[in-house]
Nanobody
Framework: HVQLVESGGGLVQAGGSLRLSCAAS????????MAWFRQAPGKEREFVAA????????TYAESVKGRFTISKDNAKNMVYLQMNTMKPEDTAVYFC?????????????????WGQGTQVTVSS
């Protein structure tokens, strides 16, 4: 089993930055892909970004390309999401997720481990 704990959420003004962290523990060796999803009020959960533990590979949603950066620290079992030039539409609960196979990194249904989420609010 794998446990994921997010941190770093908060309130930021439009144009500002935040960095989210995800601490992974447990059988992290069974996970290949780590991702961030987000869910705004009244909307479905959506893919934000993904990376892999062993291969340098990143994938981003079009809405965050050029503004968000996903990174990892294998030694610490940490995944980060650096969010710059933030917009009010980035307001959501952000979730860290992990899956045990490659491929389909933007498909929520393929992820089996989830954190509890951290709230990000961007004021205009």
């Amino acid at each position: 089993h794998v446990q994921l704990v997010e941190s770093g959420g908060g309130l930021v003004q439009a144009g500002g930055s935040l960095r989210l962290s995800c601490a992974a523990s447990g059988r992290t060796s069974s996970t290949y892909v780590m991702a961030w999803f987000r869910q705004a009020p009244g909307k479905e959960r959506e893919f934000v970004a993904a990376t892999t533990w062993t291969i340098y590979s990143t994938t981003y949603a079009e809405s965050v390309k050029g503004r968000f950066t996903i990174s990892k620290d294998n030694a610490k079992n940490m995944v980060y999401l650096q969010m710059n030039t933030m917009k009010p539409e980035d307001t959501a609960v952000y979730f860290c997720a992990a899956k045990t196979e490659y491929g389909f990194v933007n498909r929520m249904a393929h992820y089996i481990y989830w954190g509890q989420g951290t709230q990000v609010t961007v004021s205009s």
